[in-house]
Nanobody, 115 residues
Framework: VRLVESGGGSVQPGGSLRLSCAASGFTFNNYAMSWYRQAPGKGRELVATITNDGGTTNYADSVKGRFTISRDNAKNTVYLQMNSLKAEDTAVYFC?????????WGQGTQVTVSS
């Protein structure tokens, strides 16, 4: 299993970023996927989840209405569109897979929101 995030960077408050997580080594369209984040000095928190077929999504209250999780099963990729970014969204963002009770993480991508 390999999960590789990309798309992070620095952006001003109110800006947008689109994160991608390219997956390989497993049958992507059989599994739900999630995005998590970890801010400096804090624990890792769930941001959004999407079912294997993309039909159901769930979001943390802190990002509802601003972030959108989606997936392209033909490309084995899950995305996180982040709009109206705030300083408190600054964190390392990770995608996560749970397969056969084993948790897999990508290496993370840094998102910094600052003026």
């Amino acid at each position: 299993v390999r999960l590789v995030e990309s798309g992070g960077g620095s952006v001003q408050p109110g800006g947008s970023l689109r994160l991608s997580c390219a997956a390989s080594g497993f049958t992507f369209n059989n599994y739900a996927m999630s995005w998590y984040r970890q801010a400096p000095g804090k624990g890792r928190e769930l941001v959004a989840t999407i079912t294997n077929d993309g039909g159901t999504t769930n979001y943390a209250d802190s990002v509802k209405g601003r972030f959108t999780i989606s997936r392209d099963n033909a490309k084995n990729t899950v995305y996180l569109q982040m709009n109206s970014l705030k300083a408190e969204d600054t964190a390392v963002y990770f995608c996560r897979l749970v397969r056969a009770l084993v948790i897999y993480w990508g290496q993370g991508t840094q998102v910094t929101v600052s003026s």
